[in-house]
């Protein structure tokens, strides 16, 4: 198995070398943008499986999709576009799919593909798996404890801390049904848990809720685990009744897209061959199956978005977005994709308000705002792009990625002034 990944960032890198570690018998190589990757492609006799790209709407990108799909060489080759880490927990479900059933890029036959991938997601029951518990206050986890037990979890484990629930996690063989774990403890948080498990082939598919208190910080606490694939959450504090309520709607929803999980899978797996009019096919029965599903709508918006050449498609491309976005509302990349297709369609006054929205919920975040700014660069909207990185700035002025920017568009100015 050769997987090619498009990428420039080292840190990016390293995050995608952990990923793939569980992963035998795979070569993994790394380009740091589309014109050098296709150049090898086509020089090598070695062809690659897979190749992972940035989600964007640059044309560039769309002329390498088209060049990939020209090339003998490449015409079989996956290509999954990805947005931030919320991606890479589909793209391991695709992964894993890819490898259970022994596929390979020309086996791929769009007639049988759904009915080979439903019988890999069907919910298992979990009450005689183990639930783990982390949270570094006793009292806490044996409330939590008597609080599963009349629910029909029998088997119970608790750990005090993130490096023994970890510890636990890599050593023991019985199958873990459910983690519920505390966000702030000492030393190590339950993000870094979160990170763990969605990290590992084992556990990456085993519900993990987060237990956390309302704080003003919340929002952007839980855009972060969002990020990283929580199952849901826990507010504290909690009554029997009320944690029963909120555990019971979780797992519900959970179950629903474990459902969901093989038609979105089947239809990644069909839009990464280029067969994208099967893939909205399934989509859509999908999304009348599943019309709250946010990773159903994405996937739809995905698939519209790429016509760049029809405005109807740009159009259609946001609706979504904005559906999915309405049922998870804190999938930062979510924003970044809704937020370039009404750049591209040319629907500015748009993008503010979205902007607007989400600072509203998340406050300050000079991170997004940075990512926004290089948005706005790549369509040209110098003044919108300089108005982000000021911005980042006073929220953190030890941003050195948008001061670089700042002087970069600066140096453009003169330049041209000269010119």
């Known amino acids: 198995m050769h997987i090619v990944v498009i990428d420039p960032n080292e840190k990016s890198r390293e995050q995608w070398t952990l990923f793939f570690k569980d992963y035998l018998d795979l070569k993994l190589s790394f380009y740091d943008s589309e014109q050098g990757c296709i150049r090898d492609l086509k020089k090598t006799s070695v062809a690659a499986n897979i190749v992972i790209s940035n989600w964007s709407l640059e044309l560039e990108k769309i002329a390498f999709q088209s060049g990939l799909r020209l090339n003998k060489s490449t015409r079989n080759t996956l290509l999954l576009n990805l947005?931030?880490?919320?991606?890479?927990?589909?793209?391991?479900?695709?992964?894993?799919?890819?490898?259970r059933l022994g596929l390979t890029s020309d086996k791929l036959l769009p007639s049988q593909l759904l009915q080979l991938v439903q019988p890999l997601f069907y919910a298992q029951e979990r009450l005689d798996h183990t639930v783990l518990i982390v949270d570094d206050d006793a009292i806490i986890r044996e409330v939590i404890r008597g609080y599963l037990l009349p629910l029909g979890f029998q088997k119970i484990h608790e750990c005090a801390s993130v490096s023994e629930a970890i510890e636990f996690l890599n050593l023991t063989s019985v199958p873990i049904g459910l983690i519920l774990s505390d966000w702030e403890m000492p030393k190590e948080s339950g993000l870094?848990?979160?990170?763990?498990?969605?990290?590992?082939?084992?556990?990456?598919?085993?519900?993990?809720?987060?237990?956390?208190?309302?704080?003003d910080d919340e929002p952007i606490k839980t855009l972060h685990a969002a990020e990283q694939g929580t199952t849901g959450y826990l507010l504290k504090p909690f009554t029997l009744k009320s944690f029963q309520s909120q555990l019971s709607r979780i797992l519900e929803g959970f179950h629903q897209k474990q459902s969901a999980l093989s038609q979105l899978v089947s239809a990644r797996l069909l839009a990464a061959q280029g067969n994208t009019q099967l893939a909205e096919s399934i989509l859509m029965t999908a999304e009348h199956d599943h019309p709250k599903d946010s990773a159903i709508l994405e996937a739809l918006g995905d698939i519209y978005a790429l016509r760049l050449q029809v405005q109807?498609?740009?159009t259609q491309a946001v609706e979504y977005?904005?559906?999915?976005?309405?049922e998870n509302p804190f999938h930062?990349?979510?924003?970044?994709?809704?937020?370039?297709?009404?750049?591209?369609?040319?629907?500015?006054?748009?993008?503010?308000?979205?902007?607007?929205?989400?600072q509203n919920r998340s406050k300050s975040d000079d991170a997004f705002l940075v990512r926004l700014g290089k948005i706005y660069l790549r369509h040209q909207y110098t003044e919108l792009a300089q108005?982000?990185?000021?911005?980042?700035?006073?929220?953190?002025?030890?941003?050195?990625?948008?001061?670089a920017h700042l002087e970069q568009i600066q140096t453009s100015k003169i330049t041209l002034n000269a010119a």
Request: glycine residues 6%; contains cysteine; charged residues 20%.
């Open 387 to 403: 108005k982000q990185f000021q911005a980042a700035l006073k929220i953190n002025p030890q941003n050195d990625e948008a001061r």
């Open 332 to 358: 930062l990349g979510l924003y970044f994709k809704c937020f370039e297709t009404l750049i591209a369609a040319g629907q500015t006054n748009n993008v503010i308000k979205l902007v607007q929205g989400y």
């Open 312 to 314: 109807k498609g740009l």
């Open 192 to 215: 870094a848990l979160l990170t763990h498990v969605r990290n590992s082939k084992l556990l990456q598919s085993v519900p993990f809720i987060m237990v956390t208190s309302k704080t």
């Open 83 to 99: 947005n931030g880490p919320s991606d890479a927990l589909w793209l391991r479900s695709v992964l894993d799919t890819y490898y």
């Open 321 to 326: 977005y904005e559906q999915a976005l309405k």
